[in-house]
């Protein structure tokens, strides 16, 4: 079974400036990796899939990068509708597998 | 623009089934990838299973003797069951479905599916 681990649990930024999430795969998973933002009270909402393509609609300052066991969430310039709970998901294997959230929260 | 709509009881006691249904409203997809998902109040997301558009289920081993997902002959629409509920199912349930591979970019509203006595 595939474990997700993401870090830090809480980041804290000020609007405008830069983030990096991050989400470390206990086993290879080559790049069948998902990136979902859920904001209070939402559905999660689709931003990366496998590892580095933004899904439909997602702004440019969302990136994603790696493969193998570590991988990266970027956004380059925070928005204040960008302030929310981020997961990453495994898809190479079963069980699919999320980590347990990076809160992104307003500095 | 394609929704997903999901209803479904949203309180049951202990040793009950949850049962849950997903229906697509304003298109269609020809070939979906549908999964299960819940959250239990506060925490993180939890993977219950998947259904491709062959019709094969794969499902979370911890839920697997108590969890059954079918598909619609449309394919446009998704059903969830859940026997012998605990407290510990106690969560938001969302369907999602995705027209390429297993990843999801159409998202049910979510149902709250408490479990009490």
Not at chain 1, 75 to 88: G, P, W
Not at chain 2, 42 to 54: A, C, D, Q, R
Not at chain 2, 71 to 90: E, I, P, Y
Request: hydrophobic residues 35%.
């Amino acid at each position: 079974e595939i474990v997700m681990t993401q870090s830090p649990a809480t980041l804290s930024v000020s609007p405008g400036e830069r983030a990096t999430l991050s989400c470390r795969a206990s086993q290879n998973v080559l790049n069948n990796l998902a990136w979902y933002q859920q904001k209070p009270g939402q559905a999660p909402r689709l931003l990366i899939y496998s590892a580095s393509t933004r899904a439909t609609g997602i702004p440019a300052r969302f990136s994603g990068s790696g493969s193998g066991t570590e991988f990266t969430l970027s956004i380059s310039s925070l928005q204040s509708e960008d302030f929310a709970v981020y997961y990453c998901q495994q898809y190479h294997n079963w069980p699919r597998a999320f980590g347990q959230g990076t809160k992104v929260e307003i500095k | 623009q394609v929704q997903l709509q999901q209803w479904g009881a949203g309180l049951l006691k202990p040793s009950e089934t949850l049962s849950l249904s997903c229906n697509v409203y304003g298109g269609s997809f020809s070939d979906p990838y549908w999964t299960w998902i819940r959250q239990p109040p506060g925490k993180g997301l939890e993977w219950v299973g998947e259904i491709n558009p062959s019709g094969i289920t794969n499902y979370n081993p911890s839920l697997k003797s108590r969890v059954t997902i079918s598909m619609g002959t449309s394919r446009n629409q998704l059903s969830l069951k859940l026997t012998s509920v605990t407290a510990a199912d106690t969560a938001v349930y969302y369907c999602a479905a995705g027209g390429e591979w297993y990843y999801f970019d159409y998202w049910g509203q979510g149902t709250l599916v408490t479990v009490s006595s």
